[in-house]
């Protein structure tokens, strides 16, 4: 994650004023002091998103500030990334905090009261088919149950050796077959419909491209927290958890992180051969000389830059990297002028007809010819918005809508939305539209980690993953952070800050010299 050397730190807030209340949205704007070349620093955190930003808040407050943190883009947050959207705020990134009880974020957040602990099932949004058939609700309601059950049944999960989707397919038929009020719902289009939803539903928990590409029993590396798995902030989005982490709440002393923080810094080569010092080199071609380096780069970067580290990695790090998996998860979010939906609805799920799948939108691009809305998963309503609705897509065609303007996608989207509900509803143009791009970016490559099937076939770790690599002398010289490095609560923002906090400990615990001395 990365930067250009240009004169005075500048760290600000972005208010935005709703009402009483007011949006934060963190950001870190062009104008630095960088430090000065050659200069030798005991550490090099790079990346300055949720993992980089717990760990150098922890290292400076444990009184070690002699590191630099070098990020790639012109903003902090990593793929936390609250941005202001016609007078509200929006999260391009992360977007909920997912359990309670144990949750960093939630504690830190619960303490000045700026979560909501509960948040409405997006499964009381509607249900619409692409043949504009009536789909019976109780019985869709009804498989929704019987999947849920089926997600949540651990024992037979870690039993299964295979993928997710063969496995709720497989448990799903087998279970409709024993249940003489639902069994005829076999034959009927409604349970490949269903299947196919839940899985790209399910491909937006994991972050993996298919379902059927994830390991049923590696899922279960996954630990869930007590309480709401979708607790949302009631202003500011995401990049509260920053400010929280900065101490930058009423009657706190702020921590002051301006002359580590550097902007639109890419790295492009960490030499570790030397026994003692590490390298690191940008691509504007500065050098920054360390005692070690702190990567809390994506995995998703890790998997892409293979030449990033000289001399390479050892090879049980980079079967930790080639095992595990980084998908794509993107949002698009549709701003309208005037709600045209019902009352009391949180949604649209989309369901497809095998024919309208061969059929439908000739005239939309895609991969493999299938045109990329056909895996948008269903539009939900936002939370920091009435009016503007969130559609979630996944995979190859999520990375292919990147490549798209937002002027295009809103065309296509609306042609979407149009051809489903446009027998029900009058759908007027909407005011704007805007779309993430997590895929494509090459400062993170993906949205979040999850385990896959060639996980299980490499015996591949986040364990491994996250352990520290040593020089020649073995001493821990390459440090590694972010949330795919957590053994228990990958694909999570609280992941990724345990995991900063973790890496600071160990880089506390190695440095001897007294605090004065830093």
């Not at 070690?64 to 007078?87: K, M, S, Y």
């Not at 037979?156 to 050796?161: P, S, T, W």
């Not at 050892?314 to 980084?326: D, E, H, M, V, Y």
Request: hydrophobic share 35%; net charge negative; aromatic share 10%.
């Amino acid at each position: 994650m990365r930067l250009l050397i240009l004169s005075v730190l500048s760290l600000h807030a972005h208010v935005i004023n709703e009402g009483v209340n007011c949006q934060f949205i963190v950001s870190l704007q062009l104008g630095y002091i960088s430090p000065e070349p050659m200069k030798k620093s005991k550490l090099v955190i790079i990346g300055a998103g949720a993992a980089g930003i717990a760990a150098a808040t922890k290292l400076v407050t444990n009184g070690f500030d002699n590191f630099v943190l070098l990020e790639a883009e012109n903003r902090i947050g990593g793929r936390v990334h609250t941005i202001p959207f016609e007078n509200k705020s929006i999260d391009f990134g992360a977007q909920w905090v997912h359990g309670q009880k144990g949750n960093p974020v939630y504690d830190m957040a619960k303490e000045f009261n700026l979560v909501q602990d509960e948040f409405p099932d997006f499964f009381g949004s509607l249900s619409f088919n692409s043949s504009h058939s009536p789909i019976d609700r109780e019985s869709s309601v009804q498989l929704f149950k019987m999947v849920h059950e089926i997600m949540g049944d651990d024992e037979a999960m870690e039993k299964h050796d295979g993928s997710l989707g063969d496995y709720v397919r497989d448990r799903l038929k087998k279970d409709l077959t024993n249940h003489s009020q639902l069994s005829h719902l076999l034959s009927t289009p409604l349970f490949d419909q269903v299947i196919e939803f839940f899985g790209k539903w399910e491909n937006t928990i994991d972050g993996s491209d298919s379902w059927f590409e994830t390991s049923a029993k590696g899922s279960l590396q996954f630990v869930k927290l007590e309480g709401c798995s979708t607790t949302t902030w009631k202003t500011g989005g995401y990049s509260n958890a920053f400010k929280l982490m900065m101490k930058q709440m009423p009657g706190q002393t702020p921590i002051d992180l301006s002359k580590q923080i550097i902007l639109n810094k890419e790295v492009d080569k960490i030499n570790w051969e030397d026994p003692h010092n590490v390298i690191v080199t940008c691509k504007d071609g500065s050098d920054y000389f360390t005692e070690k380096v702190l990567s809390t780069v994506s995995l998703g970067v890790l998997k892409s830059k293979s030449e990033l580290f000289a001399p390479p990695l050892p090879s049980w790090k980079t079967n930790a990297i080639q095992g595990l998996f980084i998908g794509t998860v993107d949002k698009i979010f549709i701003k309208f002028p005037h709600k045209w939906w019902p009352d009391n609805n949180l949604g649209f799920n989309l369901f497809w007809t095998k024919e309208d799948e061969k059929t439908l939108f000739s005239d939309i691009g895609g991969v493999n010819d299938k045109p990329w809305v056909m895996d948008v998963v269903g539009f939900y309503l936002t939370t920091q918005d009435p009016l503007t609705y969130l559609g979630w897509i996944t995979g190859p065609s999520a990375r292919y809508m990147e490549s798209l303007s937002d002027e295009q996608v809103s065309i296509d989207t609306m042609k979407l939305l149009r051809h489903f509900l446009g027998n029900n509803y009058t759908i007027p143009d909407p005011v704007r539209v805007l779309k993430s791009s997590w895929g494509t970016n090459p400062h993170f490559r993906g949205s979040y980690s999850c385990r896959s099937l060639t996980t299980e076939k490499l015996n591949a770790s986040a364990a491994e993953l996250g352990a520290p690599v040593e020089n020649s002398q073995g001493k821990p010289v390459l440090l590694f952070a972010g949330e795919a490095t957590h053994p228990r609560f990958f694909s999570t923002v609280h992941g990724a800050i345990e995991s900063g906090w973790r890496e600071a400990d160990r880089v506390l615990k190695s440095d001897q010299q007294p605090h004065g001395t830093r």
